[in-house]
């Protein structure tokens, strides 16, 4: 299994720019989280899926943010538009039932 | 009040020593526990979950006080390997999200 597939791995942008993350869960989990995570306030939930369907968005900042999940096998975050304060590392992570979350490798993002 | 709290540290303490790490969490409804971990510029992995009787993976020991609402983790013979971040996570509730303390850094030196 490849694990949580994230892309891309770093994206620079600027301000004003709409940003589009994405996530391949692990085939078979029925949860997926989108986390976000910055010096200042370490990791932080911003919404999660359980079966496609979200389920909390109550982390989402503001509606700037979108996420989707059309299909069991893909999601995206969605940032439109882009602000400085939105660099962080964006994580997206999958689980079935109660076990333990596996984490993507991140996507670090910055905005000028 | 944070809903999961860890001293942050840093611990820096030399190879072959025993460190411990505590976390508190707030809601007593809380049912299920775990130590990740996350080395620098790396997604957080899971080190192991947190049983009520306690539980043991080698060098490493997991406490759950449930009465007083703190997790321990206790490191013996510390690698310099173990260098990382140490995040302490709950499960809050009968809802599936997770939520993840600030972590506690720990750099072991040579």
């Known amino acids: 299994d490849a694990g949580v597939i994230q892309s891309p791995r770093h994206e620079v942008t600027e301000m004003g720019q709409e940003v589009t993350l994405r996530c391949k869960p692990i085939s078979g989990h029925d949860y997926l989280f989108w986390y976000r995570q910055t010096m200042m306030r370490g990791l932080e939930l911003l919404i999660y899926f359980n079966n496609n369907v979200p389920i909390d968005d109550s982390g989402m900042p503001e509606d700037r943010f979108s996420a989707k999940m059309p299909n069991a096998s893909f999601s995206t975050l969605k940032i439109q538009p882009s602000e400085p304060r939105d660099s962080a590392v964006y994580f997206c992570?999958?689980?079935?039932?109660?076990?333990?979350?596996?984490f993507g490798n991140g996507t670090r993002l910055t905005v000028t | 009040r944070k809903e999961v709290e860890q001293d942050p540290g840093p611990f820096n303490v030399p190879e072959g020593a025993t460190v411990a790490f505590n976390c508190t969490y707030s809601?007593?409804?809380?049912?299920?526990f775990f130590w990740y971990r996350q080395d620098c510029r790396k997604e957080p992995k899971l080190l192991m979950s947190v049983y009520s009787s306690g539980n043991e993976d080698g060098r490493f020991t997991a406490q759950l006080n449930r009465a007083s609402q703190y997790i321990s983790l206790l490191i013996r013979d510390s690698k310099l390997s173990d260098s990382a971040t140490y995040l302490c996570v709950v499960n809050p509730g009968s809802a599936r999200q997770l939520t993840f303390g600030s972590g506690t850094q720990l750099t072991v030196l040579p």
């Open positions: 809601n007593s409804a809380s049912q299920s």
């Open positions: 992570a999958s689980g079935f039932g109660y076990s333990p979350l596996h």
